[in-house]
């Protein structure tokens, strides 16, 4: 019997039931399908990285979600979690993106580990690897002094060290 093969296209959650949306196409016969995967015994304090990782092993829906990443189904379980905790869908995908200007002391442990997360992929898209065209090594980088006036903080430390 031939192995069924499908390519995912798009995903996203459905609030009430709670669901997984794939729209994926069939390679056999290149159709685009959907399929609502219903999020069983989840809750609002259920631990979204094992319940995705459960969902992606399901023997049901391992074969379409083949090719979706494991961080992209922690993200939708993570939006369904907030949902279900009384957050909004803006709070929750804004909770994805790293803000400058944010205190990041601020922020509970689990908020900081999805920020911390969001860093880390940012640093991995912006790295320049050695197999890079624009890879140079050891970079020397002269940066200039800005003269800026001394506080009286400053003064006062000077005699103590």
């Given at each position: 019997?031939?192995?069924?093969?499908?390519?995912?296209?798009?995903?996203?959650?459905?609030?009430?039931?709670?669901?997984?949306?794939?729209?994926?196409?069939?390679?056999?016969?290149?159709?685009?399908?959907?399929?609502?995967?219903?999020?069983?015994?989840?809750?609002?304090?259920?631990?979204?990285s094992?319940a995705?990782?459960?969902?992606?092993?399901?023997?049901?829906?391992?074969?379409?979600?083949?090719?979706?990443?494991q961080?992209?189904?922690?993200?939708?379980?993570?939006?369904?979690?907030?949902?279900?905790?009384?957050?909004?869908?803006?709070?929750?995908l804004?909770?994805?993106?790293?803000?400058?200007?944010?205190?990041?002391?601020?922020?509970?442990?689990?908020?900081?580990?999805?920020?911390?997360?969001?860093?880390?992929?940012l640093?991995?898209?912006?790295?320049?690897?050695?197999?890079?065209?624009?890879?140079?090594?050891?970079?020397?980088v002269d940066?200039?002094?800005?003269?800026?006036?001394?506080?009286?903080?400053?003064e006062?430390?000077d005699?103590?060290?």
């Amino acid at each position: 019997m031939n192995k069924m093969t499908f390519e995912a296209k798009r995903c996203g959650v459905q609030f009430s039931p709670p669901a997984i949306v794939l729209l994926y196409e069939n390679k056999q016969t290149n159709k685009v399908r959907k399929r609502v995967i219903p999020v069983r015994n989840f809750s609002k304090y259920s631990d979204y990285s094992v319940a995705a990782e459960r969902l992606k092993n399901h023997p049901r829906h391992k074969d379409y979600l083949e090719n979706v990443s494991q961080s992209q189904l922690e993200r939708l379980h993570i939006i369904l979690r907030d949902h279900l905790q009384g957050f909004s869908l803006e709070h929750s995908l804004a909770s994805f993106h790293v803000d400058p200007e944010e205190d990041l002391n601020k922020l509970d442990n689990e908020e900081l580990s999805r920020k911390k997360g969001q860093m880390d992929k940012l640093f991995e898209r912006n790295r320049t690897h050695r197999d890079d065209p624009n890879f140079v090594y050891d970079v020397e980088v002269d940066f200039t002094k800005t003269t800026q006036g001394r506080c009286s903080w400053d003064e006062e430390s000077d005699d103590e060290f």
